[in-house]
């Protein structure tokens, strides 16, 4: 078995949820000859990383750069807030280490460009300075029913795809009461939060779209900062709704679709929805009746069908517990997971790459830009 040292930067909820990912994935993967332990985290508070340190059985640390420039860590986590993504990504390229990095990529246009040139630089020969694996986490691509959407749409059962509408629905935003964070700030908001998981799911399934026009809201400009108990502006938004125009591939037509994300979204939880319409059929998917897809076919015309998916979960996962079993968020990261480090034990790129966090912040920058000019916008990949 190789071993594989991991380091993990941020240790909030979701480097909790990747720390959970490495602890849970040996029940449900098997055949994979690597052996991954946590060995590095790194917080920005000493009791943090402590605390970290103690639940994992490894060392804690306080800067990044002890896990980034370790020759003794292989693989880096990024999972601190958008805002702090950029260094520590761009170190890690520069080191040579397997990435695994949290949506969104990064949070400024200055970033991405930053980033995409680490990407793109060759040595004297042309060879490309930078050859680790490399992925984004983003999971809903492993949830098993929309596994078989891509599935069926692959194979044409829902034929060309008129439209689309993609939703995420939060309630954490509707409560004025509820005290600043770092979501509400630069670099933060819904379409960076919720918008980024959307876009990679409709590139994913349909195409990224060639334009977008989109309109923002905040309910609350101010809130109190717990750190000083004064009021602090806001500078993020609480939601957004975009239109889409996309261009399908051979001689598909224009698809016209609706992405919304709202964090104002008052009694929801964590429900995320997915409707696509084609010419010969359909498709619906709830986060929250994530057991099932609805599939309609048009030539069989007797309603919606719903499909048990369950836990039925791509290579090179098992059927543990059974393939029957609910599926769940946490073990949709597990999935995710489990791809990469099968990416890695075999050196071949990963699919979402950070190329792909790169095209999907593109199309978020188109959006923000829309939404400040109030006009459609072309994305940069379609111009």
């Not at 792909?356 to 188109?366: T, Y």
Request: proline share 5%.
């Amino acid at each position: 078995m190789r071993e594989l040292r991991v380091g993990i930067i941020g240790f909030g909820m979701i480097g909790k949820v990747h720390a959970f990912g490495y602890r849970t994935f040996p029940f449900y993967t098997r055949g994979l000859k690597i052996k991954p332990r946590i060995t590095m985290v790194a917080t920005s508070r000493r009791e943090s990383a402590a605390a970290a340190a103690e639940l994992l059985g490894c060392q804690g640390v306080t800067d990044w750069r002890a896990v980034t420039e370790n020759p003794e860590i292989d693989a880096v986590h990024i999972c601190t807030p958008n805002r702090l993504h950029a260094e520590p990504l761009l170190s890690a390229i520069e080191h040579q280490k397997y990435i695994y990095c949290d949506k969104p990529l990064v949070s400024s246009s200055d970033e991405l460009e930053s980033v995409r040139t680490a990407l793109a630089q060759t040595d004297a020969q042309g060879n490309p300075r930078y050859t680790k694996t490399n992925m984004m986490t983003f999971h809903l691509r492993f949830i098993p029913a929309l596994i078989k959407a891509k599935q069926l749409i692959g194979e044409g059962k829902i034929g060309r795809v008129f439209q689309y509408r993609a939703a995420y629905q939060h309630s954490s935003a509707a409560d004025g009461g509820v005290p600043f964070k770092w979501k509400n700030d630069i670099g933060g908001g819904a379409i960076r939060d919720l918008g980024s998981h959307l876009a990679d799911l409709v590139s994913w399934l349909i195409a990224m779209p060639d334009e977008v026009f989109t309109e923002t809201q905040t309910a609350h400009p101010f809130r109190i900062d717990p750190a000083s108990g004064k009021a602090r502006e806001v500078m993020a938004e609480d939601a957004f709704v975009m239109l889409t125009r996309t261009a399908l591939p051979a001689g598909g037509g224009l698809c016209r679709g609706v992405i919304a994300g709202t964090k104002l979204a008052t009694g929801c939880e964590d429900e995320m929805s997915l409707e696509i319409y084609g010419e010969k059929g359909a498709l619906r998917f709830s986060l929250m009746d994530a057991h099932y897809l609805g599939y309609y076919d048009a030539a069989a015309a007797c309603g919606w069908t719903r499909l048990a998916t369950g836990a039925r979960y791509a290579e090179p996962h098992t059927d543990f517990p059974s393939p029957k079993s609910a599926a769940g968020w946490t073990r949709a990261h597990a999935a995710c997971l489990a791809q990469f480090l099968a990416c890695v034990e075999k050196d071949v790129p990963a699919e979402p790459s950070l190329k792909q966090g790169i095209r999907v912040q593109e199309f978020l920058a188109a959006a923000e830009e829309s939404a400040c000019s109030g006009r459609w916008t072309k994305c940069r990949s379609a111009l």
